[in-house]
């Protein structure tokens, strides 16, 4: 027979057990494996929280050297998939460009697709762990006409992305503490968030037995959205926008509480969070400091300052219970480091990579069915054929 229920959006539809990220959306708490997000985000580095989250625990320097070893043996990427990159027109999106090659991996990499083995297993992730980053920087490069870069297997994972994604030709590439900090942190406050819309369709893909590029390439997808990661470009839009009209922000506050206006607080409220968005603290304190460390006065800051106080202190807001979530502030970072707009959304999937390969991995190791929601027929009944010329 079929269901009686549904549940549109999965609102209240719990499709696995997970052991890798903790949420309470009442008390804004974010856990991965039981570590708090605010010490993570602090103390760790983005690549000791990948193997966190992919391998439950954090990695002894022996682990995290083996690791970081495997993912630079797999880091090169075939000179074929750099044509394909070059087929694809300057002005396309990124986020396109991304699932694209992401995609295109497949192809270039058969053996990984069939996971037999615990060891199958683990070299399509340091694969992916080695390529991702370069497909990343290869989308801004290519997007701003530069020259792409491969990676310098002397430096750290995050160092290595920095140079990749920032280096200039004919310059040598100076390490600058300030900004590998700052996209450490920025890219560990963005690497699970449990069942959400994107992860959910890694698993669901992945369930299917595809293999792990083309799941992360649909999850890649999924992200794009503005309902989902494409938030974080429309928080700076609108910050622009307060800013070309003059920076009142005053005006945008009514707006958004006018009912008769579909405008709505970019980078304010969330579905779980509903006290505070523990990664919008850690990030509004991180684009302060950076700001200040790299000496840059963007007048978007002060208006994103002033906003999030007026709405803080607002009846409106503070009945609702509408917070700033990670994306009011993560844009103003971005944006000090050079980062165009369109690739933020980019920023987010390098940062989500190693939470949704944990995702796979756990889906796959506790032998999950194929995903198959099932449904509510609500269409015609048995109708007898009527041909053409009759209609
Ligand atoms: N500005 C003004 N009013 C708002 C806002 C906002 N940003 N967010 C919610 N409200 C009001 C809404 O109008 C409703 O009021 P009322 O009860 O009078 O009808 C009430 O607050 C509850 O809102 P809701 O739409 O029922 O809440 P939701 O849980 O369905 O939506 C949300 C959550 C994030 C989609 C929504 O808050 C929103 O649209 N925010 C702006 C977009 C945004 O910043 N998105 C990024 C989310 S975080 C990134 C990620 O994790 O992917």
Known sequence: GGVTTIDPGFKNTGSCKSA????????????????????LAAEASFLEVSYLLIFGELPTAEQLEKFDQDIKDNSMVDEDIHKILDAFPKNAHPMGVLTSLTSALTAFNPKAV???????????????????????????????GEPLDYGDVDLSYEENFAKMMFKKPNKEYQINKIVIDALDKLLILHADHEQNCSTSTVRIVGSSHAGLFASISAGISALWGPLHGGANQAVIEMLEAIKEDGGDFEKYLAKAKDK?????????????????DPRAKIIKVAAEEILKDLDIEDPVLDIARGLSEAALSDEYFKSRNLYPNVDFYSGIIYRALGIPVEMFTVLFAM??????????????ENKEPIGR???LYVGETLRPYVSIDKR
């Open 351 to 364: 940062g989500r990579l190693p939470g949704w390969i944990a995702q796979w991995k756990e889906m796959r």
């Open 20 to 39: 890798i990220t903790f949420l309470d959306g009442e008390k804004g708490i974010l856990r991965y494996r039981g570590y708090a997000i605010e010490e």
């Open 260 to 276: 008769q206006d579909p405008f709505r607080l970019m980078g304010f409220g969330h579905r779980v969070y509903k006290n505070f």
């Open 114 to 144: 069939d996971i037999s083995s615990e060891e199958d297993m683990y070299n399509a992730i340091v694969i992916l762990m080695g390529k991702f980053p370069v497909l990343v920087s290869w989308c801004m490069r290519k997007m701003k």
């Open 373 to 375: 929601p099932r449904q």
